[in-house]
Every structure is written in C-alpha cells, then in structure tokens.
C-alpha cells in the first residue's frame, strides 16, 4: 500500500526557513514524479513545486520561485523541500504527492498526483 508522510512543519518567523521531508513507500520511488501542494483556509490547493523521477528536473509556483528549492534522494525514498525567505502568505498546510511518470521533466499543474500524504502545517508569524 502506497504511503507518503511528510515531516518538518512548524511556526517560524518572517524571513525564516524550514525544511520539509516526506517518505514514501509502497510503490517504486524512482518511477514518481513528486509534488510539492499546498493549500491556505479559505484558498484553492495550489502547487508549489515538482521533482522528475529521473534526472532531477523540477519546477515551481511563481510565488515560492527563488525560494524554495525542491530535491529528492532516491536511495531513501524522501523528497524535501527547503522554504527560505518564508512569509506570512506560505501560512498553509503543505502536502506531499506522487504519480507516476519516469521522466527528466516536470512542470507544476501538468499531472494530477495518484498518492497524497497527510500533510504538515506550516505557519509564519510574528
């Protein structure tokens, strides 16, 4: 059974950074491309980032472009993402996502993801 559970949320300040991991298992990592969403009260699910299952390419929301960097580690099954410069407008809660596509290439909005993790909140405040 296909399983994503993301870590690494929490409160920080304006300006701070945070890191984001979600582990997967129960399907053949390297044939995934992961995603990165996220979704606000209130707001529509939006996605933020997107990592190939081969070759590292990746792409990002306009509005975390410059920021946030997403990486994956296939011998651990985990995909990361690091937030810096992080303000109030990421307040969300950020989840993980997967679906198949073996490719060097991504782009956010293009596939609809097969596996969804929980989620983890991500706050920025003062």
């Known amino acids: 059974q296909a399983q994503l559970v993301e870590s690494g949320g929490g409160l920080v300040q304006p300006g701070g950074s945070l890191r984001l991991s979600c582990v997967a298992s129960?399907?053949?990592?390297?044939?995934?491309?992961l995603q990165w969403f996220r979704q606000a009260p209130g707001k529509e699910r939006e996605e933020v980032s997107c990592i190939s299952g081969h070759g590292g390419g990746t792409d990002y929301a306009d509005s975390v472009k410059g920021r946030f960097t997403i990486s994956r580690d296939n011998a651990k099954n985990t995909v990361y993402l690091q937030m810096n410069s992080l303000k109030p407008e990421d307040t969300a809660v950020y989840y993980c996502?997967?679906?198949?596509?073996?490719?060097?290439?991504?782009?956010?909005?293009?596939?609809?993801?097969?596996?969804w993790g929980q989620g983890t909140q991500v706050t920025v405040s003062s």
């Open positions: 129960g399907f053949v990592f390297n044939y995934y491309q």
């Open positions: 996502a997967a679906v198949e596509y073996y490719s060097t290439y991504c782009q956010t909005n293009a596939l609809s993801p097969e596996y």
